[in-house]
C-alpha cells in the first residue's frame, strides 16, 4: 500500500513539472497609408490591467485609452508627410497573475493618394459668396487647370497660360469617400481641393470652383 502511494505522489509530480507556462503571444502587423488611422480595441476580462509600452524613439501618433472593467484602445494616427514602420507593446494581466502580451507593429506608406490630382481639369461653375448662388464664365471661355507629375500647376484660359507655380502637399485626408487636400504654392498661397472620382472642387475664400477631369 505505501508503495502505491509513493508511485501517485511521483506521477503527480512529474506532471506539474511538465505543465506549459509559456506567455501566450499574439503578434500583429498592420499595414496603412499616410492618410489613414489605425484603431485596436480589446475588452476586458474581470479584473484586468493592460499596459501600454513603447518602443524607443517612437513617435507621438498614438492614444492609449483605458475605460476600467470595459475596454482598452489603442488610434495611431500618423502625420500626412510620415511613412515608416513603428512597433507597440502591450502586456494585460488577470487578478490570477495570468499574462498576455501583444506585439504590435505598424507599417505607414504612401500610395497613390497624391497621384490622383495629376491630370488636367475643365471649369465647370463656382458657388457660394454672399448670395450662396452659382455662376460660370462668360460663353465660349475655357478655363482649365493642370497639375503635373513634376510638382507643377498651370491655369490656362482659352488655351493662354494664366498661371504657374510649383506646388507641394502640406495636408491631406479621406471623408465620405472624398480625398482632401491642402496645397500650397510657391507664393505661399495655400488652399483646399476636394476630389471624389473625376470631380475637382478648389476652395477660394468663400467660393468653391468645380472642375471635372478632361485627361490624366
Avoid at 475605460?67 to 502625420?79: A, L, M, R, V
Avoid at 502580451?101 to 506608406?109: C, M, N
Avoid at 507664393?187 to 473625376?198: A, G, M, R, V
Wanted: charge should be negative; glycine fraction near 4%.
Amino acid at each position: 500500500m505505501r508503495r502505491f502511494l509513493i508511485f501517485i505522489i511521483i506521477i503527480s509530480l512529474n506532471f506539474s513539472c511538465e505543465k506549459d507556462d509559456t506567455e501566450p503571444i499574439e503578434i500583429i502587423n498592420a499595414k496603412i497609408t499616410c492618410i489613414e488611422k489605425y484603431t485596436y480595441t480589446e475588452y476586458y476580462e474581470e479584473g484586468e490591467v493592460v499596459s501600454c509600452i513603447v518602443e524607443p524613439d517612437v513617435s507621438d501618433f498614438y492614444e492609449f485609452r483605458s475605460i476600467p472593467n470595459d475596454k482598452w484602445t489603442f488610434t495611431y494616427d500618423p502625420d500626412f508627410n510620415y511613412t515608416g514602420t513603428e512597433s507597440f507593446t502591450f502586456i494585460s494581466k488577470n487578478p490570477n497573475n495570468s499574462i498576455k502580451t501583444i506585439k504590435l507593429t505598424i507599417e505607414v506608406v504612401q500610395d497613390d493618394f497624391r497621384n490622383k490630382i495629376i491630370g488636367t481639369w475643365e471649369y465647370i461653375q463656382s458657388c457660394g459668396g454672399y448670395d450662396g448662388g452659382c455662376w460660370d464664365l462668360y460663353p465660349n471661355d475655357n478655363l482649365t487647370v493642370e497639375f503635373s507629375e513634376d510638382m507643377e500647376y498651370s491655369k490656362f484660359l482659352n488655351d493662354d497660360l494664366i498661371e504657374s507655380h510649383v506646388y507641394k502637399f502640406v495636408d491631406g485626408w479621406t471623408s465620405r469617400g472624398s480625398a482632401i487636400y491642402a496645397i500650397q504654392f510657391d507664393n505661399d498661397f495655400t488652399t483646399y481641393y476636394k476630389l471624389s472620382d473625376d470631380s475637382l472642387d478648389i476652395q477660394i475664400g468663400d467660393t468653391i470652383e468645380e472642375f471635372v477631369r478632361i485627361s490624366e
